[in-house]
């Protein structure tokens, strides 16, 4: 049974408070928010003031996903505004050994983020140090895209890499995943579904989140 992270990216901003209700009475284990910069991906969502108000709605983790240069300079600024979990990206930080210490120096979960053609080898002298990686199945910057296949083989090559390791390191798998493939992808070795088209445009968020937890 994996942990569900609903991505309020898909969300209706306008009605945010009913969204916030449907997910606490939901099976959900994890707000899912996404932060991009318009930098490091072609998109705008949000910042800490939203993470700010998700905190105050929620007592579940609030699993905080930046794609955004430069990360460091920010991460204070998500503690404040209540992050459980920060995750970076690979590609984003060349000094990423610095990032996760800093994160974790703030008293939050680090996670580190790849990008589909980011092979997994390149987390080999990084996963001892981490709390969570977030594999993308599709080029971050929107949702509802298609989830990329050959993210399955990169799953079992990093569940066998945590492993052999003897490491508690946490697989979430983000971007394409519906109701058709999770399990599938949870076969492959994935800890975290995060899922945001495939629960909010569905007719019935909370019941699609049981469906998916219940796989
Ligand atoms: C993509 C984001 C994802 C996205 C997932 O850049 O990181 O979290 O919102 O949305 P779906 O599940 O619709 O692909
Ligand atoms: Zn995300």
Not at 95 to 105: G, V
């Amino acid at each position: 049974m994996a942990l569900i992270a609903p991505s309020l990216l898909s969300s209706n901003f306008l009605n945010l408070q009913a969204e916030c209700k449907m997910l606490n009475e939901s099976a959900a284990d994890w707000y899912h928010l996404d932060v991009m910069d318009g930098r490091f991906v072609p998109n705008i969502s949000f910042g800490p003031m939203l993470v700010e108000f998700f905190r105050k709605a929620t007592n579940k983790v609030c699993d905080v996903h930046l794609m955004i240069e430069e990360p460091g300079n920010y991460a204070e600024a998500f503690k404040k505004a209540g992050a459980d979990n920060l995750t970076v990206h690979i590609e984003a930080c060349p000094h990423l050994h610095r990032n996760i210490q800093q994160i974790k120096s703030l008293g939050m979960k680090a996670g580190v983020a790849i990008n589909p053609h980011t092979p997994v080898v390149a987390l080999q002298d990084i996963l001892a140090d981490i709390d969570l990686v977030c594999m993308m199945s599709v080029n971050p910057g929107f949702g509802g895209q298609s989830f990329i296949p050959h993210t399955i083989q990169k799953i079992k090559q990093l569940r066998e890499m945590i492993d052999e390791q003897l490491l508690k390191v946490k697989i979430e798998v983000d971007g394409g995943v519906t109701l058709e493939n999770a399990k599938s992808i949870i076969e492959a070795g994935a800890d975290v579904l995060v899922a945001g088209n495939t629960v909010f445009k569905s007719d019935n968020p909370m019941a699609t989140i049981a469906a998916l937890k219940s796989l």
